[in-house]
């Protein structure tokens, strides 16, 4: 899903839709009995990833993080960053990739948040789960994190009240 619905998605949204749907065997959560985790899913797709120029988080080390700057201190040094999983600097896109705390950890929320304030990040892709599993007092329950993603989203983009300053597109795996 892509917003704001009121503008075509841009040239680039099909290829790293592209790249979901040829790993959806490896990565998707309507089929997989447990998903993977967010560094799981990155590591699955990160070298087609590479391919379309994203620079991509390479481990939790921080000299293999990608951080985009939020404010510049004295002599244009990042005086604050913040962290993202890929970002591909010719179209301007961030990536994030969320798993179990998508949803009910509120990483979408601080995801959009930080999103804001990014210097140069003019699309925000956020690829979540379709459908999270787990367990709680011995029943199994599925949060529908990509359903209630687009759901805030179509909140925020459709409200006459603000304007975000970068389009979004939400991705379900």
């Not at 892509?2 to 680039?12: G, I, K, L, N, S």
């Amino acid at each position: 899903m892509c917003y704001p619905q009121t503008e075509p998605p841009a040239h680039f949204v099909t290829e790293i839709v592209s790249v979901f749907q040829k790993h959806l065997d490896a990565v998707g959560t309507l089929d997989l009995e447990k998903g993977l985790s967010s560094d799981a899913v990155l590591a699955v797709l990160r070298e087609d990833l590479v391919l379309l120029g994203f620079a991509v988080e390479a481990s939790k080390r921080s000299t293999d993080k990608i951080a985009r700057p939020v404010f510049f201190g004295e002599n244009g040094v990042p005086s604050l960053r913040y962290e993202i999983d890929a970002f591909h600097s010719g179209w301007r896109c961030g990536l994030e990739i969320e798993a179990g705390r998508a949803w009910m950890g509120n990483a979408v929320y601080r995801d959009l948040i930080q999103a804001l304030v990014m210097v140069e990040v003019d699309t925000l892709v956020l690829a979540v789960p379709n459908a999270y599993r787990y367990s709680t007092g011995g029943k199994n329950v599925v949060s529908k994190d990509y359903e209630n993603t687009v759901s805030v989203a179509s909140a925020l983009y459709g409200h006459s009240r603000m304007r975000l300053p970068y389009n979004l597109v939400v991705i379900g795996y």
